[in-house]
C-alpha cells in the first residue's frame, strides 16, 4: 500500500473504533475483542506510516 492508502485507511479505523466505542457504551457488544483487534490495526497502520517516516529523513 501506499502512504496515501495507509493514511486513508487509518481515518476509516480510527472512525469505526470510534463508532465501536459508542455503540459499545449503549449496548454492549456480542463480541467486545472487536474493539481491541480495531486498537491493533490502527497500531500496527501507525508503526508502518512512522517507520517510512523515518526512512526518508
Known amino acids: 500500500m501506499t ?3 495507509l493514511k486513508e485507511r487509518l481515518e476509516e479505523e ?3 473504533l470510534s ?3 459508542m455503540n ?3 449496548s454492549p457488544l456480542d463480541n ?3 474493539i481491541s483487534q480495531s486498537r491493533k ?3 500496527r497502520i501507525k ?3 512512522r517507520s517510512r517516516e523515518l ?3
Request: glycine share 0%; aromatic share 0%.
Open 24 to 26: 459499545h457504551t449503549v
Open 47 to 49: 508503526t508502518e506510516l
Open 3 to 5: 502512504t496515501d492508502e
Open 55 to 57: 526512512e526518508t529523513k
Open 14 to 16: 480510527q472512525k469505526q
Open 19 to 21: 463508532k465501536l466505542r
Open 32 to 34: 467486545p475483542v472487536v
Open 41 to 43: 490495526v490502527i497500531a
